[in-house]
């Protein structure tokens, strides 16, 4: 089991935007989801964006449109692209990685990253 580490947060004012990475190499032999979660200031943690086994991607109605995730999986880096930011985007931003499979190697893991955060001001 490995840890993601999240990069690419800042403070940034609406309407511009990010880009986020999460790393988080291995498994070569295993089903790998990546997901990226965030949690605002006071309130619980939500879902954003997920990308599957077969590359397709889904993501929360609040950020449909504005926000893309994409994965390069020779770099094993799933990426967040932030665009249109809003303040209510700000919040900490969660790499999440499952990993299954049928060799052992493959765990079951359910990873999480430190987090990265996105302030956006008006």
């Known amino acids: 089991q490995q840890q993601p580490v999240e990069s690419g947060g800042g403070s940034v004012q609406a309407g511009e935007s990010l880009r986020l990475s999460c790393v988080a190499r291995g498994y070569n032999h295993c089903d790998i989801i990546m997901n990226w979660y965030r949690q605002a200031p006071g309130r619980e943690r939500e879902f954003v964006a997920s990308i599957g086994v077969d590359g397709e991607t889904i993501y929360a109605d609040s950020v449909k449109g504005r926000f893309t995730m994409s994965l390069d999986s020779a770099k094993n880096t799933a990426y967040l692209q932030l665009n249109d930011l809003k303040p209510g985007d700000t919040a900490t931003y969660y790499c999440?990685?499952?990993?299954?499979?049928?060799?052992?190697?493959?765990?079951?893991?359910?990873?999480w990253g430190q987090g990265t955060l996105v302030t956006v001001s008006s």
């Open positions: 999440n990685r499952l990993v299954a499979g049928t060799y052992a190697v493959c765990g079951p893991f359910n990873e």
